[in-house]
């Protein structure tokens, strides 16, 4: 689909459950989009994976001009901004990696954490992306092609390779220049000291482009980083060693979803819990709350909406279905009455309903459906006209 930002199309994927915790996935200089779809299937199985072409890049415009860091970053928020995702996991590759750690220093609210991969806190010397932005407006993309290929790919013959090459050679080059400038000017003092949350720096070691002194480089710059090596991968491994990256990537988000305090877990359960279960239930029952009964109420904020419906295995609506189905299977019939009213919330619909008491009734038995279709049904007939 298109996003229209400032004037800009943006051409974007978005792949996973709506409701799963979002992770934006920024491509390299010189590809697009695809570079991630190794990765993106892998994600979408838990997340909201998000893959935008970059500015002057696949199917997004290509202004006229040189582009700076701060205006890549500016894209990438603003685009967010558009999705309704008030913060999100980012993994960058190369230039992807650097427009990330610029996105973290101006917003850090917006980011949950980095995924950076072969990428570096500047990227010298200036003159040498002079020269490739002249290269490519006298020649095309076709005059850096050899020399970029040997960087990016340990080995040129495979068909991921010629794939590479192929985006390489399709890029605008008005694109690929402007995006140039942009790592010709970006100094490591933009983003120095400015970034603070959870990150992990992968790197290929065979990387000539931003080897891995580069990513030590990042990793010291950023407060108790992780670096990860890939071995025998070179620039652009997405591809190459497309197990390797995805284990990156996954691995530290199941790190990220682990690690929360309580108290930030207790926070993201009382937010979750009022999205689920609607503001006006959610004040009634924090109204209603004593003393005698406040250690159980803290204990389901936490535990239960802070700590397993905040898990991005699932989406949303999926575990608004399953409980449906075990509330109406244990007889619960007060919760079922509530997460039946909460469906206009998760966007469960009432033939989905019928369809989950319909599977209680062949494993849980007729009686528990017949009492859960009354009970379902004297709530659908409460709740007002969507």
């Not at 901004?81 to 996105?103: F, K, T, Y």
């Not at 990428?119 to 290269?135: C, V």
């Not at 060693?241 to 930030?264: F, K």
Request: hydrophobic share 45%; proline share 6%; aromatic share 4%.
């Amino acid at each position: 689909m298109f996003v229209e930002l400032d004037g800009l199309a943006v051409h974007v994927q978005t792949d996973g459950p709506p409701q799963g915790e979002a992770v934006l996935l920024l491509h390299s200089l010189g590809t697009d989009l695809r570079v991630w779809d190794p990765q993106a299937a892998a994600l979408a199985r838990t997340h909201r994976v998000i893959r935008p072409d970059l500015r002057g890049h696949g199917l997004t415009e290509a202004p006229p001009g040189e582009y700076t860091m701060e205006r890549l970053a500016r894209d990438a928020l603003e685009l967010l901004d558009a999705l309704g995702v008030r913060r999100a996991h980012v993994c960058g590759v190369s230039i992807g990696g650097r427009i990330a750690m610029a996105m973290a220093a101006a917003e850090p609210a917006r980011i949950a954490s980095l995924i950076l991969c072969d990428t570096a806190l500047e990227f010298r010397p200036p003159e040498t992306w002079q020269q490739r932005m002249d290269a490519v407006a006298q020649g095309g993309m076709a005059a850096i092609a050899d020399a970029v290929m040997e960087r990016w790919v340990v080995d040129r013959s495979l068909p991921s390779s010629k794939a590479l090459r192929r985006m390489l050679l399709r890029t605008d080059p008005a694109g690929y220049a402007g995006c140039a400038a942009a790592l010709r000017d970006t100094r490591a003092s933009d983003v120095a000291g400015r970034i603070g949350c959870p990150t992990t720096v992968v790197v290929g070691d065979k990387d000539a482009s931003t080897p891995p002194s580069a990513a030590r480089a990042v990793q010291d710059a950023i407060p108790g980083s992780d670096l990860v090596t890939i071995a025998d991968a070179a620039h652009i491994p997405n591809f190459e060693r497309e197990a390797d990256v995805i284990r990156a990537i996954t691995g530290h988000l199941r790190m990220q979803a682990a690690a929360g305090p309580a108290a930030s877990a207790a926070e993201a359960g009382a937010a979750v819990r009022r999205a689920v279960l609607g503001e006006s239930h959610t004040a009634r029952s924090d109204a209603a709350t004593t003393p005698f009964t406040a250690p159980f109420r803290d204990f389901i904020l936490e535990g239960v909406w802070g700590r397993v419906w905040t898990r991005p295995g699932l989406a949303r609506r999926d575990r608004s279905l399953l409980c449906l189905g075990m509330l109406a299977a244990l007889g619960h019939h007060e919760e079922l009455r509530l997460h039946v009213r909460a469906t206009r919330n998760t966007g469960v619909t009432e033939g989905e309903i019928a369809e989950v008491l319909l599977q209680v009734a062949a494993y849980a038995g007729v009686p528990a459906a017949n009492s859960a279709f009354r009970v379902a049904n004297e709530a659908l007939q409460e709740m007002p006209p969507p």
